[in-house]
């Protein structure tokens, strides 16, 4: 496609219920990562992709967070159980995997539990 | 965790003013970019500049990396009212993958 898809753009689930949020990157972009934003805050890198394989799963907040991605290409984040400080737009941006390529990000999900 | 603290955390100015936001970081860096985001959606990036470069241009923008105090400034020269919008530097970490890193962002609101 012409940019990086997310999926869906909002999502209203109630606690405790498990969510997932898809994202379809620039086609041949090998790097793929995933970010959590709260209300007016900064970034929080989630998780990195290169191909299908995670070197960084550092930034996953706990274990009810895990996130694949097959084919190279399409990603899903999978959060279980979720819980109210869930809240936050989920970015999902894409790149060429070599030095100096810039991220291109999708318009998010808005991800609101109740 | 936040690699780059960006500076003012808010800035608001007088259309036609230039607007100047610094970032600063903490490890060795490939590169830093700069971008922007309008109504907490998607990010656009805006402009790179790699360690072994000391400024950039492009269009209004003006970036400046100094990789001894380990910060960056974005200059936007002539603000308009468009370019109202949050703006945050990312860090790629040298070494092993390239693990892109975002600041907290600095609010900018460029008043007609």
């Known amino acids: 496609g012409a940019g990086v898809s997310q999926s869906p753009s909002n999502k209203v689930t109630e606690k405790g219920k498990d969510v997932e949020l898809r994202c379809d990157p620039i086609?041949?972009?090998?790097?793929l990562y995933w970010y959590r934003q709260s209300l007016g805050q900064g970034l929080e890198f989630l998780i990195y992709?290169?191909?299908?394989?995670?070197?960084?799963k550092s930034g996953l907040p706990s274990d009810r967070f895990s996130a694949e991605r097959t084919g190279g290409s399409v990603s899903t984040l999978t959060i279980q159980r979720t819980q109210q400080e869930d809240s936050a737009v989920y970015l999902c941006?894409?790149?060429?995997?070599?030095?100096?390529?810039?991220?291109?990000f999708g318009n998010g999900t808005r991800l609101t539990v109740t | 965790s936040q690699q780059g603290e960006e500076d003012p955390q808010a800035l608001s100015i007088q259309e036609g003013e230039n607007a100047t936001m610094n970032c600063s970081y903490k490890?060795?860096?490939?590169?830093l970019q700069w971008y922007r985001q309008n109504s907490g959606r998607g990010l656009v990036h805006l402009i790179l500049?790699?360690?072994?470069?000391r400024e950039k241009h492009s269009g209004r923008l003006r970036v400046t990396l100094d990789t001894s105090k380990k910060s960056s400034s974005l200059l936007i020269t002539a603000s308009r009212a468009a370019d109202t919008a949050s703006y945050f530097c990312?860090?790629?970490?040298?070494?092993?993958?390239?693990?892109?890193?975002f600041g907290i962002g600095t609010k900018l609101q460029v008043i007609p």
């Open positions: 941006a894409s790149s060429w995997d070599r030095g100096g390529s810039p991220l291109h």
């Open positions: 086609s041949g972009h090998t790097a």
């Open positions: 500049i790699r360690s072994n470069e």
């Open positions: 992709f290169q191909g299908n394989s995670a070197p960084d």
């Open positions: 490890t060795s860096i490939n590169n």
């Open positions: 990312a860090t790629t970490s040298s070494g092993g993958y390239q693990k892109v890193t």
